[in-house]
Nanobody, 115 residues
Framework: QVHVVESGGGLVQPGGSLRLSCTTS????????MGWYRQAPGKQRELVAR???????SYADSAKGRFAISRDNAKNTVYLQMNSLKPEDTAVYYC?????????WGQGTQVTVSS
């Protein structure tokens, strides 16, 4: 059984920073393409950032220059460093593990950007 667990969400003021973490268990972490998605109220879930097995990264336009995704295969963990946060970044952030036609999702962590 594969488990995906996010942590690190919370309330932050505009311009602040947060680091999200996502840990997997029950699998070999390095074989998965890992991604961070988010879903704001009334909106569809959208991809924020993705990191490949080789460490290659891609970002949504809204995240470029502000967010950084990284992975530590020894710790079975992927991170999302979020800087210069804006109110429009408020959403539930989900971690995704993807390989071929298989996807595993975490339960999500709330990020609220507000003064």
């Amino acid at each position: 059984q594969v488990h995906v667990v996010e942590s690190g969400g919370g309330l932050v003021q505009p311009g602040g920073s947060l680091r999200l973490s996502c840990t997997t268990s029950g699998t070999i972490f390095s074989i998965w393409i890992m991604g961070w998605y988010r879903q704001a109220p009334g909106k569809q879930r959208e991809l924020v950032a993705r990191i490949g097995r080789d460490g290659s990264t891609s970002y949504a336009d809204s995240a470029k220059g502000r967010f950084a995704i990284s992975r530590d295969n020894a710790k079975n963990t992927v991170y999302l460093q979020m800087n210069s946060l804006k109110p429009e970044d408020t959403a539930v952030y989900y971690c995704n593990a993807h390989r071929s036609i298989v996807d595993y999702w975490g339960q999500g962590t709330q990020v609220t950007v507000s003064s």
